[in-house]
């Protein structure tokens, strides 16, 4: 159980190093892919996303974008999702689950 005094980063910290602690490590790709997601990876804070519908909600960047994609966490959800970068900001592109999931769609 994860500790409810943590501030929304740290919880979302555990989920990420979980994700990392569990990841394959046998094969070279999975080493790489693995350095990469840990490269991309950025203290957890909040950003306002876009929605299909003009909707928008507060969730929380946890990848630097690479000037398409960024990986976000909702937490009304209680998931990750791939975002895609646009003029006006993040915006949901329907690729959820697991953060390194995520990660690895783009």
């Known amino acids: 159980m994860i500790d409810p ?3 929304i980063a740290d919880r979302i910290g555990l989920l990420i190093r979980a994700e990392v602690a569990e990841a394959p490590v ?3 790709k999975d ?4 350095a990469a997601f840990r490269a991309a990876l950025v203290r957890p804070f909040a950003t306002t996303v876009n929605f299909s519908g003009g909707l928008t909600q ?4 946890v ?10 966490y909702m937490p009304r959800a209680g998931y990750f999702a791939l975002c895609v970068e646009s003029d006006f900001g993040p915006l949901d592109i329907g ?3 697991p953060a390194m999931g995520c990660f ?3």
Do not use: E, K
Request: neutral net charge.
């Open 63 to 72: 990848t630097r974008t690479d000037g398409d994609y960024r990986v976000i």
């Open 26 to 28: 046998q094969t070279a």
């Open 5 to 7: 005094d943590l501030s």
């Open 58 to 61: 507060t969730c929380w960047t």
């Open 31 to 34: 080493r790489a892919y693995l």
């Open 104 to 106: 690895a769609s783009v």
């Open 95 to 97: 690729v959820h689950g």
